[in-house]
């Protein structure tokens, strides 16, 4: 059987690592639309579904769980390989890896104020769920949760957010708003899970809050964050949400605080330079104005 072209397997690997065809058209700076048509090709070649869809979501099939692994592997070699062979990047391309929540919710809509501040400064986005140990690609700025692994990636400044729980607004009344953290435990808790557990979880925020859980919750578990607050706004029951992630969505109506108790971790992101010797020539004005936007 003849490979399928480069252009299908791309979007596919990307909302096969995500689980999100929406996030995956953001990393690849495509339309939603276009990976969804690209998907729905490679399926037809194949003969297979790869993907469940489910109203606004959707879901990897055994087989589309099979074959994303084994593309993302083969692309991520591919990439370590090109890197190698070129022996380094391109001078004037300024990379800034993030963390993929941050980069979706909280980046995208701030980042036309830097390309209008410096315009001549050709910037790519590079976004992750894993730690910067595990990226392949050498990046000039990085950012991330605070306690994640960044091996030999130098600090450059830490940033504070606040974490408090955030549902759909449907799934509670506004005449029982705010609600008694003590009655979020009879709603279904939504959860991600990594390892290591580098994120704070539910029984580390109900700790923090001085409150004593007696009763053990119903947790819905999700491989990712960006799950896990999809399924928030779909209705499906309490995440925590990282206040810069979920201002957007909170200011949109898409997510409602159901309690006002919050905790506030004075630095939880933090901002990283690269390894390399020769550090690109604008690295300090990206470093620069992620600080401004981080302390506004």
């Given at each position: 059987?003849?490979?399928?072209p480069?252009?299908?397997l791309?979007?596919?690997?990307?909302?096969?690592?995500?689980?999100?065809?929406?996030?995956?058209?953001?990393?690849?700076?495509?339309?939603?639309?276009?990976?969804?048509?690209?998907?729905?090709?490679l399926?037809?070649?194949?003969?297979?579904?790869?993907?469940?869809?489910?109203?606004?979501?959707?879901?990897?099939?055994?087989?589309?769980?099979?074959?994303?692994?084994?593309?993302?592997?083969?692309?991520?070699?591919?990439?370590a390989?090109?890197?190698?062979?070129?022996?380094?990047?391109?001078?004037?391309?300024?990379?800034l890896?993030?963390?993929?929540?941050?980069?979706?919710?909280?980046?995208m809509?701030?980042?036309?104020g830097?390309?209008?501040?410096?315009?001549?400064?050709?910037?790519?986005?590079?976004?992750?769920?894993?730690?910067?140990?595990?990226?392949?690609?050498?990046?000039?700025?990085?950012?991330?949760?605070s306690?994640?692994?960044?091996?030999?990636?130098?600090?450059?400044?830490?940033?504070?957010?606040?974490?408090?729980?955030?549902?759909?607004?449907?799934?509670?009344?506004?005449?029982?708003?705010?609600?008694?953290?003590?009655?979020?435990?009879?709603?279904?808790?939504?959860?991600?899970?990594?390892?290591?557990?580098?994120?704070?979880?539910?029984?580390?925020?109900?700790?923090?809050?001085?409150?004593?859980?007696?009763?053990?919750?119903?947790?819905?578990?999700?491989?990712s964050?960006?799950?896990?607050?999809?399924?928030?706004?779909?209705?499906?029951?309490?995440?925590?949400?990282?206040?810069?992630?979920?201002?957007?969505?909170?200011?949109?109506?898409?997510?409602?605080?159901?309690c006002?108790?919050?905790?506030?971790?004075?630095?939880?992101?933090?901002?990283?330079?690269?390894?390399?010797?020769?550090?690109?020539?604008?690295?300090?004005?990206?470093?620069?104005?992620?600080?401004?936007?981080?302390?506004?």
């Amino acid at each position: 059987m003849a490979l399928p072209p480069l252009n299908r397997l791309r979007p596919f690997e990307a909302a096969a690592r995500l689980e999100s065809f929406s996030m995956a058209a953001t990393e690849l700076g495509m339309t939603q639309t276009a990976v969804s048509k690209q998907i729905a090709a490679l399926e037809r070649e194949l003969g297979v579904s790869l993907f469940e869809r489910r109203n606004r979501a959707v879901f990897l099939t055994d087989a589309g769980r099979r074959l994303g692994r084994v593309v993302s592997a083969a692309l991520s070699d591919i990439t370590a390989e090109l890197a190698a062979l070129q022996g380094r990047r391109r001078s004037d391309e300024l990379i800034l890896h993030c963390q993929l929540c941050e980069a979706f919710y909280w980046l995208m809509p701030r980042l036309s104020g830097f390309h209008e501040r410096h315009p001549g400064v050709e910037l790519r986005v590079v976004s992750s769920l894993n730690p910067l140990t595990e990226t392949p690609e050498a990046f000039d700025v990085a950012m991330q949760t605070s306690g994640r692994a960044s091996g030999s990636a130098r600090l450059a400044f830490t940033a504070a957010d606040d974490i408090f729980p955030v549902c759909a607004p449907p799934l509670v009344t506004e005449e029982t708003l705010p609600l008694d953290p003590r009655k979020i435990v009879s709603f279904p808790l939504l959860a991600h899970a990594v390892a290591p557990q580098d994120w704070m979880v539910w029984d580390d925020w109900f700790t923090s809050v001085g409150i004593e859980i007696v009763n053990r919750p119903r947790y819905l578990s999700f491989d990712s964050y960006p799950l896990a607050l999809q399924a928030a706004v779909a209705g499906q029951g309490i995440a925590l949400g990282w206040r810069r992630t979920t201002e957007g969505m909170i200011a949109e109506g898409k997510l409602v605080r159901p309690c006002k108790e919050k905790v506030e971790r004075p630095t939880e992101i933090s901002v990283y330079r690269g390894t390399s010797h020769e550090p690109h020539p604008n690295a300090g004005q990206l470093i620069a104005w992620l600080e401004e936007e981080l302390s506004a």
